[in-house]
């Protein structure tokens, strides 16, 4: 017994747990809007799209430039994770109607607003995980994701039982986590200072741009994807993202770990093994167990043999990309690291770009995706076999300019 709980305490500071529930949150939102509720699943899926929002834009405000070493020791860490969720509010809200405007013209302002609405809300939730992260216990950290993602998958069935609509089913849950952190804040420590909203979003400015533009091209696929092939190709895409699910929960590990790290990381690791074996796994079933595909979407279960082999080749290219972008990151000046991060978007945005003019089916989407990655691996290849290690960065103090080479 001792032992499954030191094991379950171990599970529970790790990154694979938080990763596995937010997917399997996500799994579930989708089948339950697939079974239940059926004339919102376009927007569920275009929901668990824009949902990567929050995660990369705090991971990259907060969390990179924390693995950095650029945070100023005289700031107050919690107040300036706050305070960066709050400036990037307005824009993700702008971000969000503008896609859903794009993407399904035919949902009313109330849909568009009620579906964003966790998206807007995950914000904080994300940047007191990355503060909490550092100031106390990745395990107390590791509570918010898991009990949203816990607290997503009880409302959602309920919900659904009860015929309320499961695009919201997350808010009951976010909510009272954000209730939890305002009653355990700390106390302003002496000699902390709060840092402007300005200064709080500037020292994460390098990764933030490059973030942005990344972010631009996730949020841009769905949104081309529904203008060109009509509302299956967004419940598709979701549909493939979800059925990769246990193969992102891994791979985001993998980002996770190597962010906490920073240089400490190596490049083989038994999380990076199961990342490959878990892409390996997937993708075998969703080629050849057609019923397996039926359970997410009958749109997906349709798709040829073909199609599907150019998504699969398409996720294992994104896995080394991605690999290849985080150890960049860590290594390089930032910015170099965003003159990498802004070429990799803009050969994936070219692609999406060119797609307008020839990409009527999902088919020929998922064969442009495959291509546009293989390029993306190779710039990244490219630029890393041009920098040279640097020193590590120092923290920074008053007077000292982000982003310095």
């Known amino acids: 017994m001792t032992h499954l709980l030191r094991v379950a305490r171990k599970l529970q500071g790790s990154?694979?747990?938080?990763?596995?529930?937010?997917?399997?949150?996500?799994?579930?939102?989708?089948?339950?809007?697939?079974?239940?509720?059926?004339?919102?699943?376009?927007?569920?899926?275009l929901q668990g799209a824009l949902l990567a929002l929050p995660f990369t834009l705090m991971e990259s405000l907060i969390g990179r430039p924390i693995s950095a070493g650029l945070l100023p020791r005289h700031w107050d860490v919690e107040s300036w994770a706050r305070r960066a969720a709050a400036a990037s509010i307005p824009p993700v809200a702008v971000i969000g109607c503008v896609s859903a405007a794009v993407a399904l013209p035919g949902v009313t302002w109330t849909d568009r607003l009620l579906m964003l609405t966790p998206v807007l809300l995950q914000l904080p939730l994300e940047g007191a995980f990355w503060a909490m992260a550092h100031t106390r216990t990745t395990s107390r950290a590791n509570l918010i994701p898991q009990v949203v993602a816990a607290g997503t998958i009880v409302c959602g069935l309920v919900f659904a039982l009860a015929g309320v609509r499961v695009d919201i089913?997350?808010?009951?849950?976010?909510?009272?986590v954000l209730a939890w952190l305002l009653a355990t804040r700390k106390r302003l420590t002496a000699g902390a200072v709060r840092p402007g909203y300005w200064a709080s979003v500037r020292v994460g400015a390098a990764y933030f741009v490059t973030a942005s533009v990344d972010l631009a091209y996730s949020v841009a696929l769905p949104s081309v994807a529904g203008a060109l092939a009509g509302p299956e190709a967004v419940i598709v895409l979701r549909a493939m993202d979800l059925a990769f699910g246990p193969f992102h929960v891994t791979l985001s590990a993998t980002t996770r770990e190597d962010v906490v790290l920073g240089r400490k990381t190596r490049w083989i690791n038994p999380t990076r093994l199961l990342t490959v074996a878990g892409w390996a796994f997937v993708s075998a079933i969703v080629l050849f167990l057609p019923w397996v595909r039926g359970l997410l979407a009958d749109d997906l279960r349709r798709l040829g043999f073909l199609a599907l082999a150019a998504f699969c080749a398409y996720k294992g290219l994104l896995m080394f990309s991605t690999w290849l972008s985080v150890r960049h990151m860590i290594w390089a000046p930032p910015r170099r690291y965003v003159v990498s991060g802004i070429g990799s978007r803009v050969i994936a945005l070219g692609g999406l770009a060119v797609s307008v003019f020839w990409v009527d089916r999902t088919e020929q989407l998922f064969v442009?995706?495959?291509?546009?990655?293989?390029?993306?691996?190779?710039?990244?290849?490219?630029?890393?076999?041009?920098?040279?290690a640097t020193p590590a960065a120092v923290p920074l103090t008053e007077g000292t300019s982000v982003g310095a080479s």
């Open 15 to 45: 990154q694979l747990s938080v990763q596995a529930l937010s997917r399997l949150a996500s799994v579930c939102l989708f089948l339950l809007a697939s079974w239940a509720d059926g004339s919102r699943l376009p927007l569920v899926a």
């Open 169 to 176: 089913a997350a808010v009951p849950g976010q909510v009272a």
């Open 368 to 388: 442009q995706l495959l291509i546009c990655e293989a390029l993306v691996v190779a710039w990244f290849a490219h630029r890393i076999a041009r920098t040279a």
